[in-house]
């Protein structure tokens, strides 16, 4: 394997370790940086050779080594996860500024994701940090000018409130959170205008899950689906494949 992309994919488990404590505790409102790493059953202090991403989690066979307390897969996942779309990155960017911006994304866009999927909720720590940070890397490592910015924070949360608007005409419901239109804005931020194409593709990213929900009587007409997961998938898509993607869509429209 390419020595960067060791590098990369290793420096993507650490950073997955701390997204792993923002995962767990910001939804709790807990400090992510006191108190350490503990076992949330027994409180026990972990070691830092106990606490290495992944490999710890295989060593002690997903428990924690003082109380035997099943801790979640979900944890080695984040990390392994982080590493992969750190690296897929790097491959589109490689070791550039814009590889560092889409990367500030990527570690934005997973601990949000992973709390919607457990909470139904996107939280504002995240989401208002994001667009400040999204804000000055798109103008200064990601030379973005200013107005596209802009731009894209509006289009980003406008778009997402209009159609919350929409479907709560139609269902007499809401069905656009507002954390929803603040992932928006944020993933606007540091996509420019392009975010549009994003949230398109979202919504069908969307609609093949809630349409499987509903046949097989997992889901109901109303019931709440947490669709940030659906918006980050299609940024990260949009950031390593819009070019191709937008390429292939004005041939077809241009061979009609």
């Known amino acids: 394997m390419n020595v ?81 779309l750190l690296v897929v990155v790097w491959q589109h960017y490689g070791l550039t500024l814009s590889f560092l911006h889409y990367s500030i994304l990527v570690l934005f866009l997973l601990p949000i994701s992973f709390i919607d999927l457990d ?36 289009l980003g949360g406008g778009f997402l409130w209009c159609v919350g608007l929409l479907g709560n005409s139609v269902f007499k419901q809401e069905s656009m959170g507002g954390g929803d239109i603040k992932l928006g804005a944020m993933i606007g931020v540091f996509l420019g205008p392009k975010v549009l194409i994003a949230l398109f593709l979202a919504f069908f990213l969307a609609l093949p899950v809630i349409a499987i929900g509903l046949s097989t009587k997992r889901l109901k007409i109303g019931s709440t689906v947490p669709f940030g997961p659906f918006i980050s998938l299609a940024a990260v898509i949009i950031v390593c494949y819009g070019q191709a993607l937008l390429h292939q869509y004005l041939n077809f429209v241009g061979s009609l």
């Open 4 to 84: 960067q992309v060791s590098m990369i994919f290793l420096f993507g488990l650490i950073f997955g370790s701390f997204l792993n404590v923002c995962i767990y505790r910001l939804p709790k409102k807990q400090s992510i940086v006191w108190p350490g790493s503990h076992c949330p059953s027994c409180k026990n202090s972990i070691p830092f050779w106990q606490n290495i991403p992944v490999l710890s989690y295989i060593f002690l066979a997903g428990k924690c080594a003082n109380c035997k307390f099943r801790i979640s897969p979900i944890y080695p996942l984040v990390e392994i996860l982080t590493g992969i």
């Open 119 to 154: 909470t139904r909720l996107i939280l504002n720590v995240l989401t208002f940090p994001g667009i400040i940070v999204g804000l000055l890397s798109s103008v200064f490592l990601n030379q973005i000018p200013i107005l596209n910015v802009v731009s894209g924070l509006f």
